[in-house]
């Protein structure tokens, strides 16, 4: 079965997921660089990384993010969704921004590197940028409940 089949299978037996049961079900599937190569696409403008939405439903949203060196994703938010990222190759730099009362730009509050393998969860209210400071590219695989919508880009 391919990869977005085994997705489609995964996902429809799973009720009410947290960020946890999100991850328990990615953990489940054989998501290496291999499996995933047919879904990674290259960077489109005004893009300047690689995002295809590989499986799509009332309840879910998958996503493959390729992020060639040296480029970085903007500064988002999730809206209302929780979430799930694998990474698959690369080292993903992970920066987390607050929002400030008095400020209507997010201030970082911390950077976290995440190798080939490791997971990263979006919880509710998450604002963030992810960032390839390597030389390889950097490959990773999400999962939000609900499908991604009304979130919000910062300058």
Known sequence: MDFVSCLRSLLQNLHRPDVWRLRQAVERLDCTRERIAPLVTQPRPPLR???NV???SDRFEAIVIH???GTETPIHDHGNS???IRVVAGTLENKVFTLSPHHSQPALSSTGRHQAGEYVLI???LI???RNAGEEPM???HVYTPPLE???QYS
Do not use: D, E, Q
């Open 139 to 141: 490959i990773s695989f």
């Open 150 to 152: 009304n979130t919000k």
């Open 128 to 130: 963030h940028a992810m």
């Open 67 to 69: 992020l060639p060196s």
């Open 123 to 125: 919880g509710h209210g």
């Open 54 to 56: 590989v499986f799509r």
């Open 49 to 51: 990384y690689g995002r």
């Open 82 to 84: 929780i979430g799930c």
